[in-house]
Structures are given as C-alpha cells and as structure tokens.
C-alpha cells in the first residue's frame, strides 16, 4: 500500500522552512501532496493562485510532490486522495500546542490518519510565512526566506 502524505498550510508565502520539511519527509513517502487550504479569514499577501504556481516552479517535476489547492477539512481531502498521514511542522512551543491540538481533533474525526511531526531545523526555526510578510510590508528583501524556482 503506497504512503501518501498530505501537507497542509496557508503557505503565504512557501518559505524555505516548508521546502525543508517537504525534502526531509521525503524519504519517509511515496507521495507529498502540499495542500495550499483556502482560508477566507486570513488576509493574504498572495492569491491561491500565485502561491500554487509559485509551489509548483519550487517543486520543479518531482513525481513525488503534487500541489493543489483546497477548502473543509484536511481529513476529508485525505479520505478523497487516499492519504494515511497529516505531515506538518514544529519550530517552537506554540507550534506544538497548535499542533497537538488540530492533532487531537483530527484524530477524533479520523483515527485511521496519522499525523507526522518533523521538528524545524534549527538554522530555519525563526522563519515563519508571518515575519516574511511583515518583512515586505516594511519593504525588506525576503528573498534570503524563499526557495529558488525553476526559472531563477
Ligand atoms: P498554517 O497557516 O496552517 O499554520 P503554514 O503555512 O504557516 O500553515 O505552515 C504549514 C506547516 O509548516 C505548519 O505545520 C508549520 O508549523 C510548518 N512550518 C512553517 N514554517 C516552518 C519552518 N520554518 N520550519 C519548519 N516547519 C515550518
């Protein structure tokens, strides 16, 4: 039975700290799927749009990686894509209460789908899709925080 793995998150914008949790789980994978949720209530710096096409050019061709966008609830887009696991990141405290939690209601609805933690690498911890917005907001180059593309 093959391992597919959803990866869900606002990913505005896809930092460097995203790419890097994508290429460690990727040995523990067949398939990465990163979910990009569409959430009404937060205010975005990119369209749904954008930050797809921009995953997309990160990702390059990896047959491992696929990228989409969607909306409910991340256990329903596994039950529809065949996925056993909900991997996502922790870089601090708060992320793992935050975590924990939407861990824990997932698994209520869910106890088949299980949720892989990978802790953030130390050097990328402070790097949050939060502080880079603020950084442009500001007017500062975050390009140091965003993953090349195909076509840099
Ligand atoms: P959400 O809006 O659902 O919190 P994000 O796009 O902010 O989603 O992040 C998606 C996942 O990536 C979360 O599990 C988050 O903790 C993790 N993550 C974000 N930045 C980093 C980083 N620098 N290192 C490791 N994991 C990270």
Redesign the pocket.
């Known amino acids: 039975m093959s391992k597919t793995a959803i ?6 914008p896809f ?4 790419l ?2 994508i290429q460690r789980a990727l040995p523990l994978f067949d398939t990465i799927i990163v979910a990009i ?1 569409n ?1 009404r209530e ?1 205010s975005c710096m990119f369209s749904l749009e954008e930050r797809l096409d921009n995953i997309r050019r990160v990702i390059k061709s990896n047959p491992h990686v696929e990228v989409m966008t969607y909306s409910g609830l991340t256990t329903d887009l596994c039950r529809e894509k065949g996925a056993r696991f909900i991997l ?4 601090n405290l708060d ?1 793992y209460e ?2 924990r939690n939407i861990a824990d209601i997932n698994r209520t609805i869910a106890p088949d789908i299980e949720t892989v933690l ?1 802790f ?2 130390p050097s ?7 502080m880079v917005r603020e950084l442009n907001a500001f007017g500062k180059d975050i390009t140091p925080y965003l993953p090349q593309t195909a076509d840099k």
């Open positions: 990866f869900p998150g606002s990913f505005d930092t460097i700290g995203h890097d949790i949720g959430n937060k996502r990141g922790v870089r992320d935050y975590e990978l953030a690498d990328l911890s402070v790097i949050s899709s939060s």
